[in-house]
């Protein structure tokens, strides 16, 4: 690469990475941003409930974690943190809809089935 075009390069990414460090500062410091939002008090509930669902009837079909696992194309890890209802310690779960259909095809049940009752109330500042 010429030298100019290299520079070019170089500044553009600058430019980026400075666009990118403000857009996530003033995302913190909004009350209720993205960056801040981790779900928690309900939706941890919700998650372990959801996740021994899961596990309930994972159980009833006599399926190993690692069975429904790769069946619903998630690492056996993934899915032992959706059953546990926890993405990490103290953290709640936050599966994809796309997993959660996935997992249901697998186990043989509809969202319905599967979702415990009862949604959390999830609207930001609670309408």
């Not at 941003?33 to 009837?57: C, F, H, M, T």
């Not at 194309?73 to 310690?89: A, D, I, N, V």
């Amino acid at each position: 690469m010429a030298p100019a075009s290299v520079l070019a390069r170089a500044t553009a990414q600058a430019e980026l990475c400075h666009i990118w460090e403000a857009t996530y500062e003033a995302s913190r410091a909004q009350p209720g941003s993205v960056a801040k939002k981790r779900p928690s008090g309900e939706w941890a509930d919700y998650a372990r409930a959801l996740g021994a669902n899961i596990q309930r009837r994972r159980v009833d079909l006599g399926l190993s974690q690692e069975q429904v696992a790769y069946a619903a194309g998630l690492s056996r890890y993934t899915f032992q943190k959706f059953e546990k209802g926890e993405s990490m310690p103290g953290a709640p779960a936050n599966p994809s809809l796309r997993n959660i259909m996935a997992i249901c095809q697998v186990l043989g049940l509809t969202l319905d089935e599967l979702v415990p009752k009862g949604w959390p109330d999830l609207r930001v500042g609670r309408v």
